[in-house]
């Protein structure tokens, strides 16, 4: 069992219910409904957060003259914090609960979204890079606290519907998010001066930050279930995570599906640019704002679909085709071919982080807080494709650069079949 809270500082402080420690089925309805909705809206918001990421991407290249290696740093910078943070965050979360990880992720989302201010008034690059390395320790909080107590918020057979459920408002961050970038970053056309551009950037940050704080509010004003650890299945014997297979898998193929997502969002606009000369780089974050509805429709889709389908067999369904839409994108000489499977690519990434997160966690007891934080820590091939594919597309072609996706996906979609099949537990004396 984890180590507990202190009820009476609990109680003197308001932070999360003093109802006894246990699996989320055990609390009372509402209590757990109110607690849902709460942590469900933390994935819109990081969501939205990732969703204007990728339409820097862009921005930057033509307002700071970046090359495309380059702009890839802001993921470097962004998913790089996730790595660093996962950890501490765990261990924090042990001590104190996840309430206290969650409140700590908005104040540093807020944080690093009003950082947004001085670079924008120096013009510096590294500036932004900073920024969003601020913003990003935030959300590694976050997802590292939110992403594990969905799936304890009820019984077990329900955690993969639960996760996919509120990554589904996640995706509808992500769908925004380029909206907002589309609108405010581009204006129109490229001759609109880099001052002006950078301003709307610096209000839209403004605005998340505003926002970002009246959501900390309320999560410091509200009781939430004081769930630490759901080990009561084996209370003798705790999980060895490095003798769980099942785990490893879920952390090498959430590596290489973040590596693939990020990378695919990163250059999206590039792509399509690239692609058809007839679209300018405020449309192309339009259609990014297309593909990430795409993904908010998969994610519906998909949590109906685990009614039905084993969540492994559908992870590797989904892998499967990804890998053939993004050969296609690649190798097919038609604009509208190749952009439309690219865009099918966001439909079957849809499900694949929640589900493979559900599948690395399943079993694993007292020791779910620290897997999520190695799985969280995992989202760290986000920082790492980007820069590999912006090299490529440097050197050679934005077509060689996206290969990359396809190899991920390929790992992906291993883990789904055969990686994710739960082996027998290990477990040790306490």
């Known amino acids: 069992m984890a180590t507990s809270v202190d009820q009476t500082s609990v109680s003197q402080n308001n932070t999360e219910s003093s109802l006894n420690p246990g699996h989320g089925a ?72 996840y309430k206290v990880g969650i409140i700590l992720g908005l104040t540093l989302y807020a944080l690093g979204a009003l950082l947004f201010i001085p670079a924008t008034s120096v013009a510096s690059f590294s500036f932004f890079l900073f920024a969003l390395f601020v913003i990003a320790s935030g959300l590694g909080c976050l997802e590292t606290a939110a992403n594990p107590y969905v799936t304890v918020l009820g019984p077990h057979e329900g955690a993969a519907r639960r996760i996919n459920l509120s990554q589904s408002f996640n995706g509808l961050g992500q769908f925004i998010g380029p909206l907002i970038g589309g609108a405010f970053f581009f204006q129109g056309d ?16 403004i605005v ?67 692609r058809s000369a007839e679209i300018t780089s405020q449309e192309g974050a339009y259609l990014l704002s297309v593909a990430m509805l795409l993904l908010l429709v998969g994610r519906f889709s998909g949590t109906a679909l685990l009614l039905k389908v084993a969540p492994g067999k559908l992870l590797g369904i989904y892998g499967a085709v990804n890998t053939l839409l993004v050969l296609v994108a690649v190798f097919v000489p038609s604009s509208t071919v190749s952009i439309g499977a690219l865009l099918g690519v966001f439909f079957f990434m849809s499900i694949m982080f929640p589900t493979n997160f559900a ?38 072609s934005i077509e060689v650069a996206f290969l990359i996706p396809a190899g991920c996906f390929a790992i992906v979609t291993w883990y789904g079949f055969i990686g994710s099949r739960l082996r027998p537990v290990s477990t040790a004396s306490r």
């Open 190 to 205: 490229q001759a609109q001066e880099a001052a002006s551009a950078s301003d709307s950037v610096q209000l839209v940050y």
């Open 359 to 396: 599948l690395g966690l399943n079993g694993l007891g007292d020791k779910t807080k620290r897997a999520a934080s190695f799985l969280i820590m995992a989202i760290v091939g986000g920082a790492i494709a980007p820069f590999c594919m912006g090299w490529l597309s440097d050197q050679f």
């Open 208 to 274: 998340i930050a505003v926002i970002v704080v009246l959501v900390a509010a309320m999560f410091w004003r509200t009781p939430l279930p004081d769930i630490r650890s759901d080990a009561t299945d084996e209370p003798e014997h705790h999980v060895v995570l490095t003798q769980q297979k099942h785990f490893i898998g879920a952390v090498v193929s959430q590596f290489f599906y973040i590596a693939a997502q990020v990378g695919v969002g990163a250059f999206f606009i590039n792509f399509v640019v690239s």
């Open 26 to 97: 055990q609390y009372d309805k509402g209590v757990v409904r109110v607690a849902f909705l709460l942590v469900t809206s933390l994935f819109f918001l990081w969501g939205l957060s990732y969703g204007l990421l990728d339409v820097l991407n862009k921005h930057f290249q033509e307002t700071l003259n970046v090359s495309h290696a380059q702009s890839g740093l802001l993921q470097t910078a962004y998913f790089g914090a996730y790595f660093l943070w996962a950890l501490p965050a765990s261990y924090l979360m042990e001590k104190a609960g």
